[in-house]
């Protein structure tokens, strides 16, 4: 079993940034990809960064690159999304999710088996 919990959303003026944090336990963390998705109000969840267990590898969607970063201290059992000039259109509950293996990175949610309750990110204009 793997318990996840993701923190540092809130709210934030267009053009600011915000770091979402996700704590992992319960599995060995290092030997797995993480994700990061997020739900906006009336649509559907979407992928939108991930790391590869080493930290090595990541993969970000198209309307996020150049803005957001993610990265992970394997140490702390931690990975990380660093979200920066933020627009209202990342509005959303943000959810971190445990990957099926060290280099799984993909964007279908399949691929993730553990999932943490989300963090709501709120962007105002």
């Known amino acids: 079993q793997v318990h996840l919990v993701e923190s540092g959303g809130g709210l934030v003026q267009a053009g600011g940034s915000l770091r979402l944090s996700c704590a992992a336990s319960?599995?060995?963390?290092?030997?797995?990809?993480m994700g990061w998705f997020r739900q906006a109000p009336g649509k559907e969840r979407e992928f939108v960064a991930a790391?590869?267990?080493?930290?090595?590898?990541?993969y970000y969607v198209d309307s996020v690159k150049g803005r957001f970063t993610v990265s992970r201290d394997n140490a702390k059992h931690t990975v990380y999304l660093q979200m920066n000039s933020l627009k209202p259109d990342d509005t959303a509950v943000y959810y971190c999710?445990?990957?099926?293996?060290?280099?799984?990175?993909?964007?279908?949610?399949?691929?993730?088996?553990?999932w943490g309750p989300g963090n709501q990110v709120n962007v105002s204009s």
């Open positions: 319960g599995r060995t963390f290092s030997s797995y990809g």
């Open positions: 999710a445990l990957a099926i293996s060290a280099d799984y990175i993909n964007e279908p949610e399949g691929g993730y088996v553990y």
């Open positions: 790391i590869s267990s080493s930290g090595v590898r990541t």
